[in-house]
Every structure is written in structure tokens, then in C-alpha cells.
């Protein structure tokens, strides 16, 4: 299986501040044949189902922020929440899909 | 409006058997792939396995493997979920998903979700 590590496990941001959550993947999700990396980011907020937020590293779900962007290629990828709102107090998650897919262990985001 | 609505909560003995389903409604059924994820209590989420309806095609994570049974009905637009024999260590959030993006594959993201089934195991 690929694991998803990412970094930190939680951190403390104040409001409209911007805040990078970290992914890397234990071998290489970039697919050859169409130049996309295989991850996507979830944002899941207490007693709530995750919600899809980017795929293919860096393509917003419909209806997504544009202060949510991704990054990255290979095995290193990152999400930014450009300013923080106090909404997006949430459990962030990164997952592979480019074989059976994993989860990355979470990222707790805190308003400062 | 494409929807995924599960069962309600169970609570469980160690050793009783288990079916909770996830229906699907505002699309076609057998033309997308539909999954499970569980989170125990407090902690993420893990990618248990996936069917498409159209044809039976499963597909299970090595974790999950043996441990649990995906399948699907068609005819009523319904997948599930099911054990044999429940242990206190199958406590969890289950829920159920469907991709819309991706490469057509049975690994693509969700997008759309069911609300979750609380299964509790208890003695």
C-alpha cells in the first residue's frame, strides 16, 4: 500500500492567515500517461461526512473557495487555505487514488 | 439531486452478523462506482472497498479484505455492507461514497457522500 504521511497532525492559525497542510506519499502518484498526480484533499468538519475539496493535486470540487489551492508532484503535495476563516475549523485529510486508495492520518486546523 | 442516504445506528454483540446499506438515488445506479470508509471513533479514514453495480465488480482494501462483504442490488438502488461476525474492534463511522472525477477507475475520490452508520459492538 502507498502511505500518506502528513505534516503537522494539527495546527493554529489566526483568522485570515494563511495555513499549509503537507502530504507525502511513499512513492511516486504522478501517472505517466497524463502528467496528473493522483491525490486529493478532504475537509472534514465535526459530526460531518469529508467533503471532497481538490483532485488531481491542484482542481477544485465545484463550489470550493478559490482561497483552497494544492500543490505539488511526485511524492511532495501541499494544501493552502489562503486566509483562514473561521469556518474552515475542520480535520483536513490527503488520499491517493492512483492505486487501492489511503488516507493521509489528518490534519487538525485551530483558529488562533 | 444525486443522494446517498444509509441506515440508522446498530448497536451489537461481539459475534452477531451485520447488513447496513447506502442507497443511492438522483443518478444511475449501475453507471458509478460506490464505496465504504470507516472512521473509528476519534481518528481517520480508511478506504474499506468499493462495488460497481453495473457488473458486481469488487474491490476490497488488503486490510479489509475477508474481514467484511461488499455487494449491491440494483433493483433497488441499494449497497451494503456486512459482517459475519462483529468483534468490539469493528466500533466505528461508516460511510458510504461515490466518485465523479477521476479516471473512471474504482479508485477516484468521492464526492458525493452518505451521512454515516454509527455501528457500536458491545457486550
Known amino acids: 500500500d502507498i502511505v500518506m504521511t502528513q505534516s503537522p497532525d494539527s495546527l493554529a492559525v489566526s483568522l485570515g492567515e494563511r495555513a499549509t497542510i503537507n502530504c507525502k506519499s511513499s512513492?511516486?502518484?504522478?501517472?505517466?500517461?497524463?502528467?496528473?498526480?493522483?491525490i486529493a484533499w478532504y475537509q472534514q468538519k465535526p459530526g460531518q461526512p469529508p467533503k471532497l475539496l481538490l483532485y488531481?493535486?491542484?482542481t477544485r470540487e465545484s463550489g470550493v473557495p478559490d482561497r483552497f489551492s494544492g500543490s505539488g508532484s511526485g511524492t511532495d503535495f501541499t494544501l493552502t487555505i489562503g486566509s483562514l476563516q473561521a469556518e474552515d475549523l475542520a480535520v483536513y485529510y490527503c488520499?491517493?487514488?492512483?492505486?487501492?486508495?489511503?488516507f493521509g492520518q489528518g490534519t487538525q486546523v485551530e483558529i488562533k | 439531486e444525486v443522494q446517498l442516504v444509509q441506515s440508522g445506528a446498530e448497536m451489537k454483540k461481539p459475534g452477531e452478523s451485520l447488513k447496513i446499506s447506502c442507497k443511492g438515488s438522483?443518478?444511475?445506479?449501475?453507471?458509478?462506482?460506490i464505496g465504504w470508509v470507516r472512521q473509528l471513533p476519534g481518528k481517520g479514514l480508511e478506504w474499506m472497498g468499493i462495488?460497481?453495480?453495473?457488473?458486481?465488480?469488487?474491490r476490497y482494501s488488503a486490510s479489509f479484505e475477508g474481514q467484511v462483504t461488499i455487494s449491491a442490488d440494483k433493483s433497488i438502488n441499494t449497497a451494503y455492507l456486512q459482517w459475519t461476525s462483529l468483534k468490539a474492534s469493528d466500533t466505528a463511522m461508516y460511510y458510504c461514497?461515490?466518485?465523479?472525477?477521476?479516471?473512471?477507475?474504482?479508485?477516484?475520490?468521492?464526492?458525493?457522500w452518505g451521512q454515516g452508520t454509527l455501528v457500536t459492538v458491545s457486550s
Open positions: 461514497g461515490r466518485p465523479s472525477y477521476g479516471s473512471g477507475t474504482f479508485a477516484d475520490p468521492f464526492d458525493y
Open positions: 438522483g443518478y444511475r445506479f449501475t453507471s458509478y462506482w
Open positions: 462495488i460497481y453495480p453495473g457488473d458486481s465488480d469488487t
Open positions: 512513492q511516486n502518484i504522478l501517472h505517466s500517461s497524463n502528467n496528473k498526480s493522483y
Open positions: 488531481w493535486a491542484s
Open positions: 488520499q491517493q487514488f492512483y492505486s487501492t486508495p489511503t
